[in-house]
């Protein structure tokens, strides 16, 4: 949890030698990555600088290392930088939160009101993640019975370069409030691509280890998940 983009590496590191083994995990290990998911968050305030371009470039190979139904590999990934691109997102999330602020009354719509729900206005960095439904890829392993296992794949993608990201000290902000067909048309992707989420990257301009919907008085985080048993 000691590097943040701005003094990390300039050079990507190569990838350990297989020959030496599998690492030992010791200790100190599992405390840090104890701390990178506590402090991983949702971000949404960010500063305008962009982020190291090798620093950006490791935490996008992440997604190569990610677990994927089949070997699959569905994730498509679109960089969105052109003002047009941009100013198409930004208005289709902000016609998607006014439309989302309708479906609620009273103290709940006064405080969806004040959620900050995207960093977009401000983010150097703007990824749409799709997922191939359509792929070759994993010739249909898994896929065949429960083809969305296929989104899921960029999901649990995505969750790892959100870890990744926080280790190298930048933020991550997953924007769902979308319309995904009108973001799909805008960003002219092929018919085959499925939205799976709209993601915000850049340095972080605040910490917090509470998450801030919970800080909000939105809702709570329970310490541990319900488990049942069969
Ligand atoms: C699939 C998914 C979609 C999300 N969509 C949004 C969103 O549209 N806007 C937003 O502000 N946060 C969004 N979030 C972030 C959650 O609000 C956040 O993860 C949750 O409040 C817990 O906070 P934390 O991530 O900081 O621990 C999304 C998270 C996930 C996993």
Not at 215 to 220: A, D, I, R, V
Request: net charge negative; glycine share 6%.
């Amino acid at each position: 949890m000691t590097a943040p983009a701005e003094t990390s590496a300039s050079n990507r590191d190569p990838a350990p030698d297989p020959a030496s083994g599998p690492p030992v995990f010791d200790a100190a290990f599992r405390q840090d990555l104890d701390g990178l998911l506590r402090w991983r968050r949702d971000v949404r305030h960010f500063r305008t600088d962009p982020v190291d371009p090798d620093c950006l470039a490791r935490c996008l190979d992440s997604f190569a290392l990610a677990p994927s139904v089949g070997l699959s590999q569905p994730w498509r990934i679109v960089s969105v930088e052109t003002p047009s691109a941009r100013k198409a997102a930004l208005e289709n999330f902000q016609s998607a939160n006014h439309e989302a602020l309708q479906g609620y009354t009273g103290d709940r719509a006064r405080l969806y009101a004040d959620l900050k729900l995207s960093g977009m206005r401000e983010a150097p960095h703007q990824l749409a993640i799709f997922c191939d439904e359509a792929t070759d890829r994993g010739h249909g392993l898994g896929a065949q019975t429960m083809p969305e296992m296929r989104r899921y794949s960029v999901v649990a993608a995505i969750t790892q370069f959100w870890l990744v990201a926080r280790a190298e000290g930048v933020g991550v902000g997953w924007v769902s409030v979308l319309d995904p067909a009108r973001l799909c048309a805008d960003l002219d992707v092929p018919e085959s691509w499925t939205l799976v989420g709209y993601l915000c990257v850049g340095l972080p301009a605040l910490a917090s280890q509470t998450p801030e919907l919970a800080e909000k008085g939105w809702e709570t985080r329970s310490p541990r998940p319900e488990i049942q048993t069969r």
